[in-house]
């Protein structure tokens, strides 16, 4: 991999202490991250999927610090012609590492908003995101004010712009979000991401609210803008379909733990780890001659309050052995920088 890297994640955990009000789970501790390792290039797509539940989200958020690690690193490359204008904003030397590294998971609270000019999310639902009593050219252009990009004089000029951008009429600067659809919420949210110009975007399911139509324009619009600005994304989804259009790399998330990472072409092709089979026999009208063998899982994801000794998977996996069942495999190169934590790979 050639690319510079701009995100590195070591040994990440979270844990949530679940009282007695879940119906769905019970009371005791849940392990949403569980020693998650991953890095992120500049200038491209990491996919992330995993089904529901397994920690996807909780990640994001702790990237972005709006959940505090319980343990982990979480280290932020700067693109070098930004380096000296943060070294000259953090005025924190504890945060920069040696290697020009910015440990966010130290961040305070002045650290963190100025990270916000380099790391945004888009998030999922494209309407309870956008506060319904603003203007959109005030929704858009609220972080670009607040981090003194621009002053309120060019705000008008700025988010007609950024409307531009993302392919809306400069005309619905003065409408309320209620006065769009999904897609064009969508793009309301992309805009207000891109106001700070960062480097890097999460994109948590940013098209599973969205008609399967629109579904490929906000996918085509997010690859344009990379391609223009340079931006890193992180692609959150649980439909292996759009996680495979648009990424570069795959990771593939099992209760808490990345199972399986590559490229995008061997991890669709030449899958190693159970669970990431499964996920591809589960898509409709695969075509059975792209995968070895089709694998439909045994029974039902464990208890997350109670998850099972040794891999994760065991229980629902044809070829789990007694080693399966009481140590949890370590991530391994399998070849071609395809990893997978899996004693029995395919």
Request: with cysteine.
């Amino acid at each position: 991999m050639n690319k510079a890297m701009i995100l590195e994640i070591k040994d990440l955990l979270k844990s949530f202490n679940i009282s007695a009000g879940s119906f769905t789970l019970g009371k005791g501790l849940f392990q949403a991250v569980n020693q998650v390792s991953l890095n992120i290039c500049n200038g491209e797509t990491m996919g992330l999927i995993g089904e529901s539940g397994c920690g996807k989200t909780t990640l994001s958020r702790l990237i972005l610090r709006l959940y505090d690690a319980d343990a982990g690193k979480i280290l932020y490359y700067p693109p070098q012609e930004r380096l000296a204008s943060l070294k000259r904003q953090l005025d924190n030397k504890k945060l920069i590492t040696e290697n020009n590294a910015i440990d966010i998971s130290r961040a305070d609270h002045h650290s963190l908003k100025i990270m916000g000019k380099e790391m945004q999310i888009i998030f999922q639902d494209p309407w309870a995101s956008l506060n319904p009593t603003l203007r959109i050219k005030d929704i858009i252009t609220e972080g670009a004010l607040v981090h003194n990009i621009i002053s309120k004089k060019e705000q008008h000029q700025y988010a007609r712009d950024l409307l531009t951008q993302v392919g809306l009429d400069t005309g619905d600067l003065d409408k309320y979000p209620h006065e769009f659809s999904g897609g064009q919420r969508q793009r309301i949210g992309i805009a207000r991401a891109l106001s700070v110009n960062p480097a890097f975007i999460i994109c948590d399911e940013p098209v599973s609210a969205l008609d399967v139509s629109v579904q490929a324009q906000i996918l085509n619009l997010l690859l344009e803008l990379q391609q223009k600005r340079g931006l890193a994304y992180l692609f959150i989804s649980h439909d292996l379909n759009v996680v495979q259009y648009i990424s570069d790399r795959i990771a593939v998330m099992y209760l808490g733990r990345i199972v399986e990472q590559g490229s995008a072409e061997e991890i669709i092709k030449n899958p190693k780890h159970p669970y990431t089979l499964s996920l591809l026999s589960a898509i409709p009208g695969v075509d059975e001659r792209m995968l070895k063998t089709k694998l439909i899982p045994r029974g039902d994801v464990p208890n997350q309050l109670d998850p099972p000794e040794g891999c994760a998977f065991h229980p629902r996996c044809p070829k789990a052995d007694t080693k399966c069942k009481k140590i949890v495999p370590e991530l391994v190169n399998t070849g071609a920088e395809h990893l997978a934590a899996c004693f029995h790979p395919f």
